[in-house]
Every structure is written in structure tokens, then in C-alpha cells.
């Protein structure tokens, strides 16, 4: 039986590629659970609600937090994110491994209420390069690209609270670098 921690949270900053590596890593290996968030924050074209996220309205957000059905949650450039609880405390009961894509505000509070779980960095080959991807991507007015490179100079200056740190030069590398860590292959 493993001795590795069976939920893995991955962070990084905004545009550094976090959701690009998740997708190829589970192409890689389809049997990977993700967690998929809560948010207020409007789709981006293509989209979906369950897939992506759960997109919610911001009553709907209050009561999932007035219900305690968050594992974590946080504000983030405007918008509220968080982990639904049951759906992760199922996988983890079940033996399975889980992975969360969250910002270093979520990471910190995993860190308090599971101590157990492996904190993974994802860090940009460069903060050039993590400016290019962000504006790159398109999806984000420039008033919100400044919002969230203000939030990722907070994010790399957090990078020794965790325990592992990954740069994402090559999605496929990281990806795999990533499955490794999970115990997965
Ligand atoms: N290794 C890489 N090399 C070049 N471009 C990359 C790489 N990884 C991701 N990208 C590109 O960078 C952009 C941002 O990637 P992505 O949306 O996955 O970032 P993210 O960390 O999930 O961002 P956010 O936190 O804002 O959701 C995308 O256009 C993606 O195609
Ligand atoms: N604390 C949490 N952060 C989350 C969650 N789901 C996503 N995120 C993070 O929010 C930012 C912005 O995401 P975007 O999709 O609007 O670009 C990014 O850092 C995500 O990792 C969550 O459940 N909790």
C-alpha cells in the first residue's frame, strides 16, 4: 500500500498553464478525478457547467459557505471559487486519488484541515513568459490581466510554502511529473 498522500493540490499563478497541464494529464491517464469547482465567475466561451466548473450565481455561492459545503474557498481577481466537500471526501474514502486546481489561498486553507495532502507549485519558465501566456490566452479584458498579475506576484513569492515545485516548460513533462507524484503511474 502507498505511503503517499492521496490528494495532491496543485496552485500556481494565473496563466502559468495549471489547466493545460490537468487536461493533457488526463488524457494521459482518464482515470484521474479532478475536482471541479464552485465559482461566480462568468464561462469563457466553451465552457461548461459541470465540466469546467459549477457555475453559480453569488447566492448560491453564499450557501454553499453558510453550509459548510466547501472544503475551501476563496475570492480571486473579483470572482469566488471553491472545492465542494462531499465530492472530494468520497473520492478519498474510496481509496482513489484527488486532485484540486486551486489558488494559493485554497492551498493554504487544504493545508490547515489536511495537513496530509502534497501542495504542488507550478511555476512559469519565466515572468515574461507568464505574461505572454496570460495576455496570450485572450479570454481577459486588460484591467483583469493587471488584477491577476498583481495576484501572481503575491502567488511566486508564496512558492516555499509547498512541498514540490514544477516548471512548466513542457506540458507533457509537467503532466507527467505530476502523475508521478500522485502515484498514479
Ligand atoms: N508549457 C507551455 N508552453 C506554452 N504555452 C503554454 C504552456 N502551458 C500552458 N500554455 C498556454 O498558456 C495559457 C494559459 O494556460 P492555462 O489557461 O492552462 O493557465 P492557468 O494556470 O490554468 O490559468 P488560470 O489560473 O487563469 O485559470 C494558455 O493559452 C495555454 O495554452
Ligand atoms: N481557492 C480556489 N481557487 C480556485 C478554485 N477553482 C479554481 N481556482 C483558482 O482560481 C483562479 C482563477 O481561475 P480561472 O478559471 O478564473 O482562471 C486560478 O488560480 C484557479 O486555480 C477553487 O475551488 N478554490
Known sequence: MSERPRLTVLSGPSGVGKSTVVAHLRKEYPEAWLSVSATTRKPRPGERHGVHYFFATDEEMDKLIANGELLEWAEFAGNRYGTPRAAVLERLEAGEPVLLEIDLQGARQVRESM???QLVFLAPPSWEELVRRLTGRG????EVIERR??????????????DVT??????????RELLALMDVV
Open 166 to 175: 514544477l516548471v512548466n516548460t513542457s506540458v507533457k513533462d509537467v503532466a
Open 149 to 162: 498579475l498583481r495576484a501572481a506576484k503575491v502567488e511566486l513569492a508564496a512558492e516555499p510554502e509547498f
Open 115 to 117: 495537513p496530509e495532502a
Open 139 to 142: 479570454t481577459e479584458p486588460p
